[in-house]
């Protein structure tokens, strides 16, 4: 069963346009959301996170939206660069009470590709 | 700067070979983490170790192993390579916090291991 979901594959945009890639999820009790940006042969890098208790986190072109009722969460990136072509991954945690939480839970990943 | 170093960028081995994939981070964390990632499929785990000694299974534990006798470091071991094997073999670490900035993982370069 799929905790969360990418599900567009790919997504294609212009540079200078707004790339928007969408995440859902099923399982009520995550609370914590990253998204991270892999290119091809490298491992995965962090790009951004936010908390359950807000629904929005920006961080220079990078802007995170959560919608807790539609268990929805999407990455804004304005104005896309080319640079910014690469897979990116949605991933959750839920907080085990009384300790630390471990895992992350990944979506399949949605490659965007900013055409010049 | 956050750290982690896997042994190899690229491995083929053959089928039957028992194959060790190393990591290595240089941050302290407490936690480490192995997946592999498939095309379609994202990043899914493998195993995961809390502690020094300590292991947990991940989602797909199925023919491999892990070791991790020091804290900066943790093994994933094929007893009997196989040709399902070949993927994209990733490590990851992360710090035990109370704090949500422990859920972020940091991940090495990725071992592309073909298995003929």
């Known amino acids: 069963d799929q905790q969360v979901k990418q599900n567009s594959p790919s997504l294609s945009v212009q540079e200078g346009r707004i790339s928007i890639l969408n995440c859902d999820y099923t399982?009520?009790?995550?609370?914590?959301f990253l998204w991270y940006k892999k290119y091809p042969a490298e491992g995965p890098t962090f790009l951004i996170s936010?908390?359950?208790?807000?629904d929005k986190n920006e961080d220079g072109r990078f802007t995170v939206f959560l919608n807790k009722s539609a268990k929805h969460l999407s990455l804004h990136i304005v104005p896309s660069q080319p640079g910014d072509s690469a897979v990116y991954f949605c991933?959750?945690?839920?907080?085990?009470?009384?300790?630390?939480?471990?895992?992350?839970?990944f979506g399949k990943g949605t490659l965007l590709t900013v055409n010049p | 700067d956050v750290k982690v170093t896997q042994s190899s960028r690229y491995l083929v081995k053959r089928t039957g070979e028992k194959v060790f994939l190393e990591c290595v981070q240089d941050?302290?964390?407490?936690?480490m983490f192995w997946y592999r990632q498939d095309p379609g499929l994202g990043l899914r785990l493998i195993y995961f170790?809390?502690?020094?000694?300590?292991?947990e299974k991940g989602d797909i534990p199925e023919g491999y192993s892990v070791s991790r006798e020091k804290k900066e470091r943790f093994s994933l071991i094929l007893e009997s390579a196989s040709t399902n094997q070949t993927s994209m073999y990733l490590c990851?670490?992360?710090?035990?916090?109370?704090?949500?900035?422990?859920?972020?993982?940091?991940f090495g370069p990725g071992t592309r291991l073909t298995v003929l």
């Open positions: 991933a959750a945690s839920a907080r085990k009470s009384g300790g630390s939480n471990y895992k992350l839970t």
């Open positions: 936010i908390s359950s208790i807000k």
């Open positions: 941050m302290d964390h407490e936690n």
């Open positions: 399982n009520s009790m995550f609370d914590y």
């Open positions: 170790s809390y502690d020094v000694k300590m292991k």
């Open positions: 990851a670490s992360s710090l035990s916090t109370s704090g949500r900035a422990g859920d972020t993982q940091y």
